[in-house]
């Protein structure tokens, strides 16, 4: 979207989308049944998880990266990002050694199947680090992983996840100190509301942050969790402004993928294929 350079009005010019799916409450029994499940259904990627690739049946984590980038290639999709599952909510320098150290070895994960983005947790909220450096904590995390994604040509997308980073003043915080490219955020457009703010403070975050995202989940959702009337819906069937997100996004020059989560209960095959059609 963007002004017409003679007269000011908007013109929108369409570009080709890429629309992803994460590896979660979706369909299959094992990787390939769900890579299955997201090819056949017109998915253009999938989201995987770290424990995909690195898990207790596997010597050689490197090896199965391998295995899994053939998986996909078979079927004609691309791993948009990898989960991380890390906890950055972290002050001594041994706890912040082996989160650095594990994340390096899932950069390089990342690379053999493709993926350009860690999707990054911020972490979870502990005694021994107060809410005041939580952000400071976060930061300094992302900022001793700089040296190997900026050699592996990988992004850290910090998900606004739980109750840290969905304080948009820590999450913000957080990346405007470590100031790098490469240093973003993964927005997930209902865990927001999820965390008690109300729908205009989410349109407010998704506007602030929007310069930073580097991936998403397109989630939807009723109610929120702190007077437990939190419900996972369909994209487009609850009460997030998703509209206002992704017009934040294109506003912002995001050329990333879409990626829909769904949190429901039952058929999650038929939920992601009403999101496939509601983003497309």
Request: aromatic letters at 8%.
């Given at each position: 979207?963007?002004?017409?350079?003679?007269?000011?009005?908007?013109?929108?010019?369409?570009?080709?989308?890429?629309?992803?799916?994460?590896?979660?409450?979706?369909?299959?029994?094992?990787?390939?049944?769900?890579?299955?499940?997201?090819?056949?259904t017109g998915f253009d990627s999938v989201e995987l998880f770290g424990s995909d690739i690195w898990h207790d049946n596997v010597d050689s984590p490197?090896?199965?990266?391998?295995?899994?980038?053939?998986?996909?290639?078979?079927?004609?999709?691309?791993?948009?990002?990898?989960?991380?599952?890390?906890?950055?909510?972290?002050?001594?320098?041994?706890?912040?050694?082996?989160?650095?150290?594990?994340?390096?070895?899932?950069?390089?994960?990342?690379?053999?199947?493709?993926?350009?983005?860690?999707?990054?947790?911020?972490?979870?909220?502990?005694?021994?680090?107060?809410?005041?450096?939580?952000?400071?904590?976060?930061?300094?995390?992302?900022?001793?992983?700089?040296?190997?994604?900026?050699?592996?040509?990988?992004?850290?997308?910090?998900?606004?996840?739980?109750?840290?980073?969905?304080?948009?003043?820590?999450?913000?915080?957080?990346?405007?100190?470590?100031?790098?490219?490469?240093?973003?955020?993964?927005?997930?457009?209902?865990?927001?509301?999820?965390?008690?703010?109300?729908?205009?403070?989410?349109?407010?975050?998704?506007?602030?942050?929007?310069?930073?995202?580097?991936?998403?989940?397109?989630?939807?959702?009723?109610?929120?969790?702190?007077?437990?009337?939190?419900?996972?819906?369909?994209?487009?069937?609850?009460?997030?402004?998703?509209?206002?997100?992704?017009?934040?996004?294109?506003?912002?020059?995001?050329?990333?993928?879409?990626?829909?989560?769904?949190?429901?209960?039952?058929?999650?095959?038929?939920?992601?294929?009403?999101?496939?059609?509601?983003?497309?």
């Open positions: 979207i963007r002004p017409h350079p003679y007269d000011g009005t908007t013109v929108v010019e369409r570009k080709t989308m890429q629309f992803g799916l994460i590896h979660y409450r979706a369909p299959g029994d094992t990787l390939e049944q769900f890579l299955d499940y997201a090819a056949d490197e090896r199965e990266a391998e295995r899994v980038r053939r998986l996909l290639d078979q079927r004609g999709i691309v791993a948009s990002a990898l989960g991380t599952g890390n906890d950055f909510v972290v002050l001594e320098e041994t706890a912040i050694q082996a989160q650095i150290e594990r994340m390096a070895r899932l950069s390089k994960l990342a690379t053999i199947i493709g993926a350009k983005v860690l999707r990054t947790e911020g972490g979870s909220r502990k005694e021994q680090v107060p809410k005041e450096k939580e952000a400071q904590a976060i930061a300094g995390c992302l900022q001793r992983c700089l040296e190997f994604v900026e050699r592996d040509d990988t992004y850290l997308a910090v998900d606004n996840h739980g109750y840290v980073t969905n304080d948009p003043a820590v999450l913000l915080g957080a990346l405007r100190a470590v100031d790098s490219p490469h240093a973003g955020a993964n927005l997930d457009t209902a865990n927001i509301h999820w965390a008690g703010n109300d729908l205009t403070t989410c349109q407010r975050f998704y506007d602030d942050v929007a310069p930073y995202v580097r991936h998403t989940h397109i989630k939807d959702c009723t109610g929120c969790a702190p007077d437990s009337t939190y419900q996972s819906t369909v994209a487009g069937e609850g009460d997030v402004d998703l509209i206002h997100a992704i017009l934040s996004l294109q506003r912002a020059g995001y050329q990333g993928v879409f990626t829909a989560e769904w949190e429901g209960e039952g058929d999650g095959g038929q939920a992601y294929a009403k999101c496939l059609d509601w983003m497309r």
